[in-house]
């Protein structure tokens, strides 16, 4: 994984690529350094108000996800665009809880998380993560799989569906729904892997 800080072109062509071609992969590289950049910036201009429990990447992780989870993400003309919005959700989330008026979004439960934790084992990444953040920064990180990918997950971990009944309800073979398992766990294990260092 490369952790310069992506430039102007490439971060240009990632946000192409994602409003354009709908390219999770690029949406993936880009928030990944954008969550990394926003991040920093709360480090050093909310000092006062970063709480032991409100950590400067758990906000920056929060605004990704409330732009994820928006029915219609709004276009950005340019990165700094996309950039400007997140810190401005992540300022706004800090003010919030800084006050005690902010609510979180929707999370996976703990028994959730603590499930599919278990069975990821030997991904790494976020396994160092605090448990109380663990369950966002996996719902960043499932809301940037391949809407396929998530479903799989989804039935299998969340409404624990057995895997012969996920494969009769899409009319597939037994070992096709193995394999699209299979890939939909590589990928999360991936995406934790390349997240790892701005999950913290």
């Known amino acids: 994984m490369n952790d310069a800080p992506l430039d102007a072109q490439r971060a240009a062509e990632l946000l192409r690529r994602w409003q354009d071609d709908d390219d999770h992969d690029a949406l993936d590289e880009l928030l990944r350094q954008e969550v990394a950049a926003v991040s920093a910036r709360l480090r050093a201009k909310g000092r006062g108000m970063l709480r032991p429990s409100v950590s400067a990447s758990d906000l920056a992780q929060e605004a990704v996800f409330r732009l994820l989870r928006l029915e219609e993400a709004p276009e950005f003309a340019d990165p700094s665009a996309l950039r400007a919005y997140l810190?401005?959700?992540?300022?706004?989330?800090?003010?919030?809880?800084?006050r005690g008026r902010g609510r979180d979004p929707l999370r996976l439960d703990a028994q959730q998380s603590r499930e599919f934790a278990l069975a990821m084992p030997g991904a790494g990444g976020l396994s160092q993560a605090e448990r109380a953040d663990q369950a966002q920064a996996m719902e960043v990180l499932l809301n940037l799989l391949r809407v396929e990918d998530r479903e799989v997950l989804e039935s299998i971990y969340f409404r624990h569906e057995a895997?012969?009944?996920?494969?009769?309800r899409?009319?597939?073979?037994?070992?096709?729904?193995?394999?699209r398992l299979s890939r939909a766990r590589r990928k999360l294990a991936e995406k934790m892997a390349d997240w790892a260092d701005v999950v913290r």
């Open 87 to 98: 810190w401005t959700a992540a300022w706004r989330l800090l003010v919030n809880k800084a």
């Open 163 to 168: 895997i012969e009944a996920y494969a009769t």
């Open 170 to 179: 899409h009319g597939i073979a037994r070992s096709a729904a193995d394999m």
